[in-house]
C-alpha cells in the first residue's frame, strides 16, 4: 500500500475530497492519485464557476462528490449529480459550470 504515489500494487486514498476544500470563489484542484497508469484530480468548484473549453489528451472518467455540475461539449449538456459517471473520449472539448457549490473527481485512464 502507499499513499496515492508511485508504483505500489495497491493504492489507498482514504478520503478523496480531504485535500479539496470548496473554495469561496473559482476553482481549486488536487491531485490524489498519481500512478503511470492513471491520474485522479479533484476540482472544487464556487457555485457558477464556469472551467472553459478544453481537452485532455487521454480518456476520462468524471464523477461529482457532491453539489452539481453541467458539463457541455458541442452536441450536449450533461447534469453531473452525486452518484453519476460520465466517460469522455480523449480530446473531446468540454466545459464544466458548477450550478452550486461542487467537487468533481476525475480519473484520467493514461496507460496507452
Known amino acids: 500500500m502507499n ?3 508511485g508504483t505500489a500494487a495497491i493504492s489507498i486514498i482514504e478520503d478523496v475530497r480531504a485535500g479539496s476544500p470548496l473554495p469561496a470563489e473559482g476553482m481549486g484542484h488536487a491531485t490524489v492519485l ?10 472544487s468548484f464556487a457555485a457558477g464557476h464556469i472551467l472553459p473549453g478544453h481537452s485532455a489528451p487521454f480518456p476520462l472518467l468524471m464523477q461529482a462528490l457532491d453539489g452539481e455540475l ?8 450533461i447534469a453531473l449529480r452525486p452518484g453519476a459517471v460520465l466517460r469522455l473520449d480523449a480530446a ?3 466545459e464544466v459550470e ?3 457549490d461542487s467537487r468533481l473527481m476525475l480519473t484520467l485512464m493514461t496507460k496507452k
Open 3 to 5: 499513499d496515492g504515489q
Open 34 to 43: 498519481a500512478h503511470p497508469d492513471v491520474r485522479i484530480v479533484v476540482l
Open 70 to 77: 453541467v458539463v457541455r461539449t458541442a452536441e450536449q449538456e
Open 92 to 94: 473531446l472539448r468540454h
Open 98 to 100: 458548477a450550478v452550486i
